[in-house]
């Protein structure tokens, strides 16, 4: 999330009642997640493990529970929290606002679009020329879609990210201001869920189609021309790269890479990157000639086993 002008430093410090390290008038921009930060961002990190890679990241600001060297050309935040304090500054940048309040803002919609009954779209919602919007679907704030765009009943665009940290007393929840952006010529099913991004984006690309009871989590991105069959589950932060094909049943881990073209066949469970064009199959997925051998070869055992 970029803001919507430049904070120095000090003025985010007492915004979250923290200490800073750092020039007070050091440029603050936006915050995000550390897989999509740019300069001017503030990232958070809470554990020593990710000390390293928050600040050497692309983030000039780093919010942090422990006062460090600070690297050349970046500031620090020192919180004792830096989860809560990264959920207060997105209450306070981006407050949740029930649509119904007279402040609200209506969506944009282009022309040709037909948004039937019952549908539902957030503050700041824009949609583009030619989409057909079916009833009950649910497009929450800040959401964008592109023109030609199909939406199938009881999908919801923009719900929050599932993540959580793990408190003495429960679980508690990273806020959500992200957005999803849906890409021209895109069709999306009945029942998908495709979650907003924590700071930054889910995007849907050009062209892609997805089947029904789909669903996608936040900070993924999708290229052009993919195609999802129905029940599958991707998690968070998942790039899929162009035409990429996803067959019935599959479940795809946070964080990876699929590459261009590759194609993961039905009921499989991906765990790490998939190169460009590989055929995958399995759980864990693995090459789908290889994976084929294995099966067949276990279906002989029992013959080996009688002749013995």
Request: charged share 20%.
């Amino acid at each position: 999330m970029k803001f919507t002008k430049t904070y120095p430093l000090s003025e985010i410090a007492t915004i979250i009642d923290c200490k800073y390290v750092g020039d007070a008038s050091f440029p603050v921009q936006g915050m995000n997640e550390i897989h999509v930060v740019t300069a001017g961002d503030i990232v958070f990190v809470d554990h020593p493990k990710y000390y390293d890679k928050a600040l050497e990241s692309a983030a000039t600001i780093v919010l942090i529970n422990k006062e460090v060297d600070c690297p050349d050309g970046k500031a620090l935040l020192i919180s004792d929290d830096p989860f809560r304090d990264f959920n207060k500054l997105t209450q306070y940048f981006a407050p949740f606002s029930a649509f119904a309040k007279a402040e609200s803002n209506p969506p944009i919609i282009g022309e040709g679009t037909i948004v039937q009954p019952n549908a539902f779209l957030g503050n700041d919602v824009v949609v583009g020329k030619n989409c057909i919007i079916h009833s009950n679907v649910s497009i929450n704030d800040r959401c964008i879609l592109g023109d030609n765009v199909i939406i199938h009943s009881g999908t919801v665009l923009g719900a929050d990210a599932f993540y959580y940290k793990r408190r003495p007393e429960g679980y508690d929840k990273l806020l959500s201001n992200g957005r999803v952006v849906i890409d021209d010529h895109v069709e999306i099913g009945s029942l998908c869920t495709i979650d907003r991004g924590v700071s930054g984006d889910t995007t849907i690309g050009y062209g892609s189609k997805i089947d029904n009871q789909v669903h996608i989590g936040h900070d993924t991105v999708l290229g052009k021309h993919v195609l999802v069959a129905s029940q599958t589950g991707i998690s968070g932060c998942v790039v899929i790269e162009d035409e990429v094909k996803i067959w019935g049943q599959v479940g795809i881990r946070s964080d990876i890479r699929l590459g261009k073209g590759c194609e993961i066949m039905a009921q499989s469970g991906v765990s790490k990157d998939v190169q460009p064009g590989d055929v995958l199959f399995g759980s864990p997925a693995s090459n789908a000639k290889v994976k084929f051998r294995e099966l067949a070869a276990i279906r002989m055992l029992p013959n080996f086993i009688k002749n013995k």
